[in-house]
């Protein structure tokens, strides 16, 4: 398993990689609802699956910024775990550079971090709470396509 965001050097070529959405922050009897990722330098080759109950989207611009969003569409879909099997190697994506953990530059000239984000969590007196999502959530492995072939 290779973790990207400690990687320093840039890829000689543009790698493809299966992308997990892990480490979600959940005390006990909070799940998942939706998520929300906000992508730079990132793009979507593919959704490899969705999970019973969810909606997924992933996509991009003409630009370097994209997104990866996903929504349970009821209480009995929403995760309870804070890595969810179901999101485990669910999306195909390429960089082409190495993940940028923060954002760079001026107010007017940043380049954002390649992920950055939130899910929304629903708490155990039903309320809801959003809890930032970044590099470390997003785990990275090398892979050829949606099948699983991790190199």
Partial sequence: MLLIGAH???????????????????????????FSIETWGVTFGAVCRIP?????????????????????????TWFSRGSP????RFVLITLYEPVQKDAVGSDDAKIPATFSGYATISTVDDGEVKVPLDWRNVRLIRASGCTGNAR
């Fill in 8 to 34: 320093a050097s840039a890829p000689d070529q543009p790698r493809t990689y299966l992308a997990s959405i892990v480490g979600i922050p959940l005390k006990p009897d909070e799940s998942v609802e939706s």
């Fill in 52 to 76: 019973s109950g969810w909606r997924i989207k992933a996509g991009n611009s003409a630009t370097p910024d994209g997104i990866l969003e996903g929504e349970g569409s009821q209480g009995a």
């Fill in 85 to 88: 099997k179901a999101l485990d």
